[in-house]
């Protein structure tokens, strides 16, 4: 059982940043693999990005195109935690952002995610 807990929205002006967290409870946390997900308003789940396990070739991360360039997924597994830096953000970033986990290679569809936090809403003003 993984237990996440996002942090780190709020409200920031058009060409800002903020950084996320999601933070997990369990001792396996580095087995998982992870990613964010974003409900706009009026809108489905969206993927935003993902990171793998560790390997022998490394971790491999994964963006959707609205973001790529901007954002960036990061973990620390000592501290359980995976990061979404965002970067010049945009009012079509503003969203609830979800931070999921999953048993396996990461994936872009959500429903292939067992563990889910909260969200934490972000406000990017024009």
């Known amino acids: 059982q993984v237990q996440l807990v996002e942090s780190g929205g709020g409200l920031v002006q058009a060409g800002g940043s903020l950084r996320l967290s999601c933070t997990a409870s369990g001792r396996t946390f580095s087995t998982y693999a992870l990613a964010w997900f974003r409900r706009g308003p009026g809108q489905e789940r969206k993927f935003v990005a993902s990171i793998s396990t560790a390997s022998w070739s490394g971790l491999w991360t994964d963006y959707a195109d609205s973001v790529k360039g901007r954002f960036t997924i990061s973990r620390d597994n000592p501290k359980n935690t995976v990061y979404l830096q965002m970067n010049n953000l945009q009012p079509d970033d503003t969203a609830i952002y979800y931070c999921?986990?999953?048993?396996?290679?990461?994936?872009?569809?959500?429903?292939?995610?067992?563990?889910w936090g909260q969200g934490t809403q972000v406000t990017v003003s024009s």
């Open positions: 999921a986990a999953r048993a396996g290679p990461p994936k872009q569809t959500s429903v292939e995610y067992g563990y």
